[in-house]
C-alpha cells in the first residue's frame, strides 16, 4: 500500500500577505483539524523512525509519515502539543549550526525571520518521542558543493546532532530538495537510515530508502484537499478488495 509522508514547515499565524513563500506556514488550527481527522479516520500519523518497517514492507497499518523541515520554534510551540495528544509522532530535520539562530537562508529572497529551536527544545521534543533528523550543517544548495564539503555537511551535522542529542540521529532530508546521486551514497556511507526529499508523491514498496518522496502540506491546503491526498491510496486498495 502507497505511503504518504506528509511535508510541513512552520506551524504558526500566517506571514502577511505577499510574503514569499508564505504557503510553507500552516496556522496551528488547520494543522489541529488535519492530526484529528486523520485520526478519526483511524489513521496513525509516524515518524520516519517509526515508518520505516512499513517502507520497507516489515509491518503493515494505517500509518502516515509526519515530517518538519528546518526545526522552526513554532513547531515546538503549537505542533508538539497537538502530536502529544493525539499519540502521534514525528520527525524534524534540523540545521544542525543553527540552533537558537533563524532561517538565514531564507534572508536574500525577503521570507520573514523565524526563530529555530534551541538546543534544550530540540531535546524536550525527543523527549516527547519525537524524533530529531538532520538538514545538514548550514542549510546548503549540496549540488553546489565539492564532494568533500558535501561529505562533511551531511556526515558531521548527523555528528554534531547526536553529541548534543545523546541518542542516534538516522534520519535525513536534502536542503531545498536538491541532491545528486552521490549525495545518497553519501548519506548512507554516513549512516543514515533514509533520506526525504521534496519531490512530491507517495512511498511504495520497493523505494530507494534515501529518494523518499513527500506529499506538501501548504497553509491554503483544504481540509478536503488535505484527505484526498493522503487516505486515497488506502481507501481505493480497500474498495478494490
Known amino acids: 500500500m502507497p505511503i504518504p509522508i506528509l511535508m510541513y514547515h512552520q506551524i504558526g499565524p500566517m506571514p502577511p500577505a505577499g510574503s514569499p513563500y508564505r504557503g510553507l506556514t500552516v496556522h496551528p488550527a488547520r494543522f489541529c483539524r488535519q492530526m484529528t481527522w486523520l485520526r478519526r479516520f483511524g489513521y496513525r500519523g509516524v515518524s520516519m523512525r517509526d515508518l520505516m518497517p512499513y517502507v520497507r514492507g516489515e509491518r503493515q497499518g494505517k500509518v502516515i509519515g509526519i515530517t518538519f523541515d528546518d526545526g522552526y520554534r513554532n513547531v515546538h510551540h503549537h505542533a508538539l502539543p497537538i502530536l502529544r495528544e493525539l499519540e502521534f509522532t514525528a520527525t524534524n530535520y534540523f540545521v544542525a549550526r543553527q540552533f537558537d539562530g533563524a532561517n538565514v537562508w531564507d ?112 497553509g491554503g491546503t483544504s481540509l478536503f484537499s488535505f484527505l484526498r491526498k493522503t487516505l486515497t491510496s488506502y481507501e481505493d486498495k480497500r474498495r478494490r478488495r
Not at 165 to 176: I, M, N, R
Request: aromatic share 6%; proline share 5%; with cysteine.
Open 107 to 218: 534572508a536574500d529572497k525577503g521570507v520573514p525571520s523565524s526563530p529555530l529551536m534551541s538546543v534544550a527544545e530540540m531535546r524536550e521534543w525527543a523527549a516527547a518521542g519525537m524524533e530529531v533528523g538532520s538538514h545538514t550543517l548550514d542549510h546548503v544548495h549540496l549540488p553546489q558543493l565539492t564532494p568533500d564539503e558535501a561529505m562533511r555537511q551531511i556526515a558531521d551535522s548527523r555528528r554534531e546532532l547526536e553529541a548534543a542529542l545523546g541518542q542516534a540521529v538516522t534520519a535525513f532530508c536534502y536542503p531545498y530538495g536538491e541532491y545528486t546521486q552521490d549525495h545518497c551514497r553519501m548519506t548512507r556511507a554516513a549512516g543514515y537510515d533514509n533520506a526525504t526529499v521534496t519531490r512530491r508523491g507517495l512511498v511504495h514498496a520497493g523505494d530507494d530508502p534515501y529518494e523518499l518522496k513527500r506529499v506538501l502540506v501548504a
